[in-house]
């Protein structure tokens, strides 16, 4: 038997720092837990996610020989920079000649139109001088007509008086034959007028005194002016053609962006539509996320995104959510499985989440990097529910 004198056991200062070293360790491991716990609740993480760019095809209008590519992948291009030239020679000739040929439409037309400004002031003369003639017909007709008047008056008087032996029979045959001469010098006056009135009818029609004018008709030369401006609208027509074809045989870069890979090599054969070469624009990035569909419900546009590249983990990056997917990811399978047997087994799917790039070393990463994404879902609020 012990004594009841025995002293009561006492902990010794290392049990006491063991003690302690384990309560501080499960205080750690709770909030570890803890702070997991918390994290799992308030975010949304996935690895399945890649870096994504839009990846632009440079393909060629036309169909040649490459005839100039030096361009090697991770190059970069400014929009509008040559990517390939194709052989030319040919093309060119033909727009030399297609140049030669607008400027002899253009000289033709001008021709025509210095001719049409000729004919007109030449026919405004022709019109001018038949109408002074004609109204000068007309005046000696007036003239005539006067003098017929007074010749028939004078004679019916001198006829009148000879009756009562006032005058003279001489004086009375000389108001009679003077009487006869002022008709016929009226009708010669009547004849002038209409043959100055047909001479003006005729000059609208490019007749001048009876004689053809030198120059058509200024109608006529508006049809001729007309017809070389049709011909030099068609000539300037292939000239453009033909310029534009030689500059589709220099292919452009479409944007501002890296090569990210090139399909063809110099001195090959392209086809029309045949693929040169593929680049993106490193400054439009993002990154897809496939995300559980038992998360999705709890995403929602602008929530922020840790993202962690793979390729650089000492790099921070974040962004936010602009696009959530509406769609399964395995809708685009190439072989989908329509399980058409009676055994079924439920396989969560993946919904693509789009994930725009807010900050980070974005120059550093390119298109098909693997990354990691942490979505904070804490300030989420609920769906309504549909009623």
Do not use: C
Request: hydrophobic residues 40%; without cysteine.
């Amino acid at each position: 038997m012990t004594s009841s004198n025995t002293p009561p056991r006492r902990f010794t200062t290392k049990a006491k720092y063991k003690l302690a070293g384990v309560a501080i360790v499960l205080l750690l491991v709770l909030l570890w837990g803890a702070r997991a716990i918390y994290h799992g609740m308030t975010h949304v993480s996935a690895q399945d996610a890649r870096v994504m760019a839009s990846q632009v095809t440079v393909s060629s209008r036309l169909s040649g020989w490459v005839t100039g590519f030096s361009i090697v992948e991770g190059d970069r291009l400014a929009e509008g920079d040559t990517v390939a030239r194709f052989y030319s020679e040919p093309d060119e000739q033909q727009l030399a000649t297609l140049k030669a040929g607008v400027a002899a439409m253009q000289a033709r037309r001008d021709y025509e139109q210095a001719r049409l400004e000729l004919a007109e002031k030449q026919f405004q003369g022709g019109l001018n001088i038949t109408n002074q003639e004609l109204e000068s017909s007309k005046a000696a007709e007036a003239a005539a007509k006067a003098r017929l008047v007074q010749a028939r008056k004078d004679y019916q008087r001198s006829d009148a008086l000879l009756d009562k032996h006032s005058v003279s029979q001489q004086q009375r045959d000389e108001d009679y034959y003077t009487y006869l001469a002022a008709q016929a010098e009226y009708h010669q006056a009547q004849q002038e007028v209409a043959v100055s009135q047909a001479q003006a009818d005729n000059a609208h029609v490019g007749f001048l005194n009876g004689a053809q004018m030198p120059l058509p008709n200024p109608s006529v030369m508006r049809i001729q002016l007309e017809i070389a401006e049709q011909e030099l609208a068609q000539a300037r027509a292939r000239l453009a053609e033909a310029k534009l074809r030689i500059a589709d045989l220099q292919v452009p870069s479409p944007i501002d962006g890296v090569v990210n890979k090139t399909l063809i090599d110099e001195g090959e054969y392209v086809s029309a539509g045949q693929p040169i070469l593929m680049m993106h624009d490193p400054d439009k990035l993002w990154v897809e996320a496939n995300i559980k569909e038992t998360d999705i419900a709890e995403l929602r546009a602008g929530q922020p995104v840790a993202i962690s590249v793979d390729a650089y983990p000492d790099a921070t990056f974040a962004g936010h959510v602009s696009v959530i997917g509406r769609a399964a990811t395995s809708q685009f399978a190439l072989l989908p499985n329509p399980n058409p047997s009676g055994n079924f087994t439920k396989i969560t799917q993946r919904i693509p989440v789009r994930i725009a790039l807010d900050d980070g070393p974005t120059e550093l990463i390119g298109p098909g990097m693997m990354v990691e994404v942490d979505i904070d879902v804490s300030g989420a609020t609920p769906r309504p529910s549909a009623s």
